[in-house]
């Protein structure tokens, strides 16, 4: 008298997962455009969770990717995000009167302005020249 255990339900979450894994392999060049379309359609259809392993059971695991540097854009972004919580803690006024107000607005000013200058200059112009600007030599006779 063995009573069997139901299989379990596969919530919406596992299906998700599932799904990121077979688009991960799409990116990766190990299955089809169509190869990954029929077993997401199979995924989202899963009822049960030992329906959803099978789908990728043929895939090789990824290898975890390694920790990047944040890079400027990050950096812009927390200075920009500190300069308006400034200004919107208190009004423009009373942050410029304030004595410990008046450093922070001018780090905060000046952080996102070098950001801002370090960008534009690793950047380039935005045709894709890279002009050196002129010679050294004068080439004009004066």
């Known amino acids: 008298m063995t009573s069997s255990q139901p299989p379990l339900r596969a919530s919406d ?8 894994v077979l688009h991960d392999a799409v990116a990766r060049g190990l299955l089809t455009l169509d190869e990954c379309d029929e077993r997401v359609a199979e995924a989202y ?6 329906e959803l392993p099978p789908l990728t059971a ?15 854009r990050a950096v812009a972004v927390l200075l920009w995000l500190q300069l308006r919580t400034l200004l919107n803690a208190s009004t423009w006024r009373g942050a410029a009167r304030s004595v410990l107000g008046r450093p922070r607005l001018a780090l905060a000013v000046a952080g996102l302005l070098a950001v801002l200058m370090l960008g534009a200059m690793t950047v380039g112009s935005p045709d894709g020249h890279h002009d050196s600007g002129p010679p050294f030599g004068h080439s004009h006779q004066f």
Not at 13 to 20: C, E, I, K, Q, S
Not at 45 to 50: F, P
């Open 13 to 20: 979450d596992d299906r998700t997962a599932v799904v990121h």
């Open 45 to 50: 259809t899963a009822r049960h969770l030992h």
């Open 58 to 72: 043929d895939l090789p695991r990824a290898a975890p990717s390694a920790p990047v540097a944040p890079g400027w």
